[in-house]
């Protein structure tokens, strides 16, 4: 449900040579997130995605509690990203981004099983994806950030053929996912999680930045 068919085939298909697991007991914590960060520094070097899993956080609170203990690293920067189109009033959206060896921030993707979040972003439990390294994808389709990287830059090991039919195939797909209820495309490729707003009103992260939406006025 994801939409995306570079996804999926990493997961159907020998997962292990493309994508490093790594799994948190617990609700994490600021002191957690050290051996997060050189399980991830690892699959960078392993020229691999990285998924990282939480299967004991369970409410929205405990989400926002991971989100902070991430937040207060210099590795990690959580951020309120403002609706553009579509926006929900009992819903906000949360960006996060990983820095990389090289310094550029990596778009990071999460997943929660809780109904407020997009249907292609709900899963069993919560987790993130995303990649740590490089540009290594000379296919990737648009511009490139110049001061970050996402899955799209990632070493997927496809032929060009193949890449070029998954990345329309994803894009298809996401437009039907999206067409009903009508979902802000464009804005939720840029952001993590969308939570309920009585919890992100409550959330303060270093940039300090709060949209006018998740203040109410």
């Not at 989100?67 to 960006?95: F, K, M, Q, T, Y």
């Not at 921030?105 to 439990?125: D, E, H, K, N, Q």
């Not at 997927?156 to 437009?175: I, L, S």
């Not at 840029?190 to 203040?215: H, I, M, N, W, Y």
């Amino acid at each position: 449900m994801t939409g995306c068919l570079f996804a999926s085939s990493f997961a159907a298909q020998g997962s292990a040579k493309r994508i490093a697991y790594y799994v948190k007991v617990g609700v994490p914590s600021a002191s957690d997130v050290p051996e997060l960060d050189l399980a991830t520094e690892n699959s960078a070097r392993a020229g691999r995605f990285m998924v990282v899993l939480f299967p004991h956080v369970r409410t929205v609170g405990e989400i926002g509690t991971m989100l902070l203990a991430l937040d207060a690293s210099s590795r990690w920067a959580c951020s309120h990203v403002p609706w553009r189109d579509h926006e929900r009033s009992n819903a906000s959206l949360i960006g996060l981004t990983w820095r990389t060896d090289a310094g550029l921030l990596s778009s990071v993707m999460g997943f929660a099983p809780i109904g407020v979040m997009p249907i292609t972003r709900r899963a069993p439990i919560v987790g993130l994806a995303f990649w740590p390294g490089g540009r290594v994808n000379s296919f990737r389709k648009g511009e490139p950030s110049p001061e970050g990287v996402g899955l799209v830059d990632g070493d997927h090991g496809m032929e060009k053929g193949a890449h070029d039919d998954a990345w329309k195939d994803t894009k298809d797909r996401v437009v039907t996912l999206f067409a009903d209820p009508p979902e802000d495309r464009a804005t939720l490729r840029q952001v993590a999680f969308c939570l309920p707003r009585d919890l992100t009103q409550e959330l303060r992260f270093k940039d300090g930045f709060r949209p006018a939406s998740v203040l109410g006025f």
